[in-house]
């Protein structure tokens, strides 16, 4: 009886590694490790605040209201993720694919978008201020009632 559970565990944790994980086992397994605790931790309680999702795959993942902020989602598989309502606030997103994913009324203030993906997603009612899109693909995105900036800096007031 002992022997099946511990069989269903380890089959479950295999299951979610090969979910989460976007790259294959390397020697680096306690890295990998490590964004697999993270993600575990982000779908069970809603909250992930400065953790470290470098690569990890959350693609199509329902993200509704998480607390994400000033998380590391370098190089993320975001594609088609649900995103409504969370806060991303200082997140670094560099190079994060966020294609067809939903961005209503989420919170991306001060985040770091450079060279992200953000193709054929849809922004609406987003706040991007003080957010990088340095290099940002928009190709395709739907905007609405959302500010983006289109580069230089803002006029000093007098």
């Known amino acids: 009886m002992k022997t099946n559970i511990k069989t269903k565990m ?10 989460f994980l976007s790259a294959p086992a390397k020697a680096e397994a306690p890295a990998s490790t490590q964004v697999l605790r993270q993600v575990l931790r982000l779908t ?5 605040f400065a953790c ?15 607390d994400l902020r000033n ?15 969370a806060d991303l606030t200082g997140a670094d997103l560099q190079g994060a694919n966020l294609s067809g994913a939903f961005i209503n009324s989420t919170t991306l203030n001060k985040a770091d978008l450079t060279n992200a993906n953000l193709s054929n997603s849809q922004l609406y009612s987003a706040q991007l201020e003080d957010a990088t899109l340095i290099g940002a693909n928009l190709n395709g995105a739907a905007v609405f009632d959302t500010s983006i900036g289109v580069g230089g800096e803002s006029p000093e007031e007098e």
Do not use: Y
């Open 71 to 85: 998380a590391d989602l370098t190089g993320a598989n975001l594609e088609e993720a649900n995103l409504e309502g």
């Open 52 to 66: 470290d999702l470098r690569g990890a795959n959350l693609r199509g993942a329902h993200l509704i209201g998480v």
């Open 44 to 48: 069970r309680t809603g909250e992930c």
């Open 10 to 19: 380890i089959a479950a944790v295999a299951a979610l590694s090969t979910m």
